[in-house]
């Protein structure tokens, strides 16, 4: 069974950074592209990034594009998500998931999801 566990989450300052962690415990990390989504108060979950297994391949949505950087580290289980320049608009609880297939921006693509961590932005 595999198990996502988020980490790095925190209150910032608008303009500032955070750096997100989820870790995967059980199955073959390798084996999935591994994607982060957002929540905030009220809206829907939205797709925020994915890398694909290997790290070649990144989506971004048009939101987060050239503030955030999503990357991987297959020989520790890991992958991270840099969130550069923040907006109180970032403020959401932020997912890892784990989709088996080789590209997945869509939600239902995705078969295993972390508890979440809370990003709040202040301006």
């Known amino acids: 069974q595999v198990q996502l566990v988020e980490s790095g989450g925190g209150l910032v300052q608008a303009g500032g950074s955070l750096r997100l962690s989820c870790a995967q415990f059980?199955?073959?990390?390798?084996?999935?592209?591994m994607g982060w989504f957002r929540q905030a108060p009220g809206k829907e979950r939205e797709f925020v990034a994915a890398?694909?297994?290997?790290?070649?391949?990144?989506d971004y949505s048009n939101s987060v594009k050239g503030r955030f950087t999503i990357s991987r580290d297959n020989a520790v289980n890991l992958v991270y998500l840099q969130m550069n320049s923040l907006k109180p608009e970032d403020t959401a609880a932020y997912y890892c998931?784990?989709?088996?297939?080789?590209?997945?921006?869509?939600?239902?693509?995705?078969?295993?999801w972390g508890q979440g961590t809370q990003v709040t932005v202040s301006s």
């Open positions: 998931a784990a989709a088996p297939g080789l590209r997945a921006t869509q939600s239902v693509e995705y078969a295993y």
């Open positions: 059980g199955g073959t990390f390798r084996r999935y592209t």
């Open positions: 890398i694909s297994w290997s790290g070649g391949s990144t």
